[in-house]
């Protein structure tokens, strides 16, 4: 079983939203309840990029380009990362995925989002 499992990705328009989810699968609950759990995106042709991050206490950061529109939330019960995406733009088409912020342990599959103009 991998690491982290991705899943919500979808095909949008611009304008819409979508909401993704991260279960970190291998992780014991005693590492990831007070693990920093961040989402990352890679768009064709380019490096991947931090777009949130969330610490155990719920402080959350975001990327200028997703501040406003995203929402990081986490189930520490479920082991699972959510982000929430309003308002969706062309530029936010990419594989999303999830990992520990500063001590990734190895990358899921991600989960595509394509948004159409």
């Known amino acids: 079983q991998a690491q982290f499992v991705e899943s919500g990705g979808d095909l949008v328009q611009a304008g819409g939203s979508l909401k993704l989810s991260c279960k970190a699968a291998?992780?014991?609950?005693?590492?990831?309840?007070?693990?920093?759990m961040a989402w990352y995106r890679q768009a064709p042709g380019k490096q991947r990029e931090l777009v949130a991050t969330?610490?155990?206490?719920?402080?959350?950061n975001y990327a200028e380009t997703v501040k406003g529109r995203f929402t990081i939330s986490r189930d520490n019960s479920r082991k699972t990362i959510y982000l929430q995406m309003n308002s969706l733009k062309p530029e936010d088409t990419a594989v999303y995925y999830c990992?520990?912020?500063?001590?990734?342990?190895?990358w899921g599959q991600g989960t595509q989002v394509t948004v159409s103009s």
């Open positions: 291998r992780m014991i609950t005693s590492t990831f309840n007070p693990a920093i």
């Open positions: 990992n520990r912020y500063m001590q990734e342990l190895s």
């Open positions: 969330i610490t155990c206490g719920r402080d959350v």
